[in-house]
């Protein structure tokens, strides 16, 4: 089964961008789709948007879309989420998320990103 | 958006009680629920999907219930590893959506 390293805590200025990465390993990538996920503290996960590995194809959550960019490397069998003009209400532990279809089976260890000035 | 409300938000049982955790979805989902278990700095663990569907290697002891807009989980018989918070998610339609969770102390 496919495991999930995500990258490390991130502290940014409103306004910035972030970008986290989360490696996956194990399994054959392009059989896989990929979740990306948030939770702010105290809250419930909320889902931010899909890729395929296979052909790169994304849907986002309305809420998120035009401000988030999720994209695939295929050779470091790597995926990225990309969060830009950020606000202190991004702050979150995001998750990337792969399994069943809108069923995550598998998650990485999760990503700190704090947004403060 | 599909709106999961689940009820309590939270509850304190005994070692041995059964409870039940409640989510109702604001619009009929057929059987697209999903039962997670995360506990204190860990990452969301499938219990039971398509509303009923124990996921392997989970506790006989949780099962969950309902069609359409009302679902249930159940614990029979809770054990002190189950203190965690328990969010159920609906997979009829995106965005995928959480309920707000239920905070089991024990």
């Known amino acids: 089964q496919i495991q999930l390293v995500q990258s490390g805590p991130e502290v940014k200025r409103p306004g910035a961008s972030v970008k986290v990465s989360c490696k996956a390993s194990?399994?054959?990538?392009?059989?896989?789709?990929f979740n990306w996920l948030r939770q702010a503290p105290g809250q419930g996960p909320e889902w931010m948007g899909w890729?395929?590995?296979?052909?790169?194809?994304?849907r986002y959550s309305q809420k998120y879309q035009g401000r988030v960019t999720m994209t695939t490397d295929t050779s470091t069998t790597t995926v990225y989420l990309d969060v830009r003009s950020l606000r202190s209400d991004d702050t979150a532990i995001y998750y990337c998320?792969?399994?069943?279809?809108?069923?995550?089976?598998?998650w990485g260890q999760g990503t700190l990103v704090t947004v403060s000035s | 958006d599909i709106q999961m409300t689940q009820s309590p938000s939270s509850l304190s049982a005994s070692v041995g009680d059964r409870i039940t955790i409640t989510c109702r979805a604001s619009q009929s989902i057929g059987t697209y629920l999903n039962w997670y278990q995360q506990k204190p700095g860990k990452v969301p663990k499938v219990l039971v999907y398509a509303a009923s569907t124990s996921q392997s290697g989970v506790p006989a002891r949780f099962s969950g219930s309902g069609s359409g807009t009302d679902f249930t989980l159940t614990i029979s018989s809770l054990q002190p590893e189950d203190s965690a918070s328990y969010y159920c998610q609906q997979s009829y339609s995106t965005p995928w959506t959480f309920g707000q969770g239920t905070q089991v102390e024990i």
């Open positions: 998320s792969s399994g069943r279809t809108a069923i995550f089976d598998h």
């Open positions: 194990g399994d054959i990538f392009t059989n896989y789709g």
């Open positions: 890729i395929s590995a296979y052909n790169g194809n994304t």
